[in-house]
């Protein structure tokens, strides 16, 4: 079964030799292609060229005319299976709370816990599915999903089994991450080393015989897990082939990004605090350095030094952190027009952001990412659009005409 999209104004994020990640200057490069067409056979990209080459084949066709084609968003980062909404949290946030006073008082990530252990499986589920319809809707076509609103073994199982459900049940690419070490419980607040050893001892043997997970993650952090209890817990997680993603230095510089890299992990993520340790860390090591911009923004934090990484040489990505206390948002157009308007990153820096290099943040660099042959045909299709550069200037504009995951147009969001 073959697609046709013919008359592209301009297709973005071509490749012939696929890259891994995208780094330093290279990021304000951004391959492209004008008046192109775009075949897809099955679910994946057969080819792509100028129209002039355009082939006389049997195939449904779209004509893309005055509109552009990008990769889909891959979002590397997000905790999309959770129980209910923190808004009242968000008006402690404007009366003056911190989000260290919150989480101190039972909110934050515990609130969380609390709602999710009331929940059922199938409740769980069925939130999380349209948070899913809302994401490919804003074209995104690949996801990670984290549990660490459980904090027990009963309830972080059941998080890794609805994500397992959502990968077996929706178009998306998705991943499954396994965040035991989110937050501390309150029992164990003053015994922390005893909930770390349920981590190793407990959980992760039972998330490895069920095959729930792809990665796991720490919160290393003031206030969290500590550089001993992320080495002890990523050590463990070594055994049963688990390469980690960490959530690091979002209120201090906390030694999260150099256990991670010490690690290998495929990313380190939030990074509002870095400095010169950190980028010497980051450098020749294969961890992505991952910026979340909607954490940022709706926490009124301080911005990730973006620009200081790129210019040392440095990949970095976006991604949403979608999630019910800190960035409710899953729209990665808006998470681009973050990246420009407060990181200073250019339109191209922040495509490459968003999609080649959350996609090695992801694992999947090979599958999604970017538009090549053999891969995964995930893509969307603009409105008509003057420039790439109007898709991240407009930030609250929905500038997405068609959504395609799989080679199959989404008609209606699932």
Known sequence: MYLLIKNIKKLIQVEDAPKTW?????????????????????????????????????????????????????????????????ELEYVDKIRGL????????????????????????????????????????????AIEIKSGYGLDTENELKMLRVIKRLKETTPLIIKSTFLGAHSIPLEYRGRQDEYVDLIINEMLPQVATEDLADYVDVFCDKGFFTVEDTDRILC???????????????????????????????????????????????????????????????????????????????????????????????????????????????????INATTINTAYAMGIEDIAGSIAKGKKANLFITKKIPTIEFFPYAYTSHLIDQVILNGKVIESIL
């Open 22 to 86: 995208v780094a330093g200057a290279d990021m304000d490069k951004l391959p492209t292609l004008d008046n192109a067409y775009l075949l897809i056979r099955n679910d994946r990209i057969e080819d792509f060229g100028p129209m002039e080459q355009c082939p006389n084949i049997d195939a449904t066709t779209i004509d893309a005319a005055e509109r552009f084609v990008f990769p889909s968003f891959c979002d590397s980062h997000t905790h999309i299976v959770y129980a209910g909404s923190r």
């Open 236 to 350: 463990a997680a070594m055994k049963y082939g688990l390469r980690p993603k960490i959530h690091a230095n979002e209120l201090d510089h906390s030694g999260g990004v150099q256990v991670g890299v010490k690690y290998n992990a495929l990313s380190v993520d939030h990074l509002e605090y870095v400095g010169k340790e950190e980028i010497e860390a980051l450098k020749n090591s294969e961890t992505m350095p991952t910026v979340l911009p909607g954490a940022a923004f709706f926490l009124n934090m301080v911005c990730s030094p973006v620009r200081e990484m790129i210019n040392a040489g440095l990949p970095v990505a976006l991604a949403s952190d979608f999630n019910p206390g800190s960035s409710p948002s899953g729209n990665m157009k808006f998470i681009m027009s973050l990246g420009c308007i407060n990181y200073k990153m250019t339109p191209n820096e922040v």
């Open 98 to 141: 911190s989000y260290e006073e919150i989480a101190k008082r039972g909110g934050g990530i515990l609130n969380s816990a609390k709602r999710l252990a009331q929940s059922n499986e199938q409740e769980l589920y069925d939130q999380a599915l349209e948070r899913i319809k809302e994401v490919i809707g804003f074209g995104t076509g």
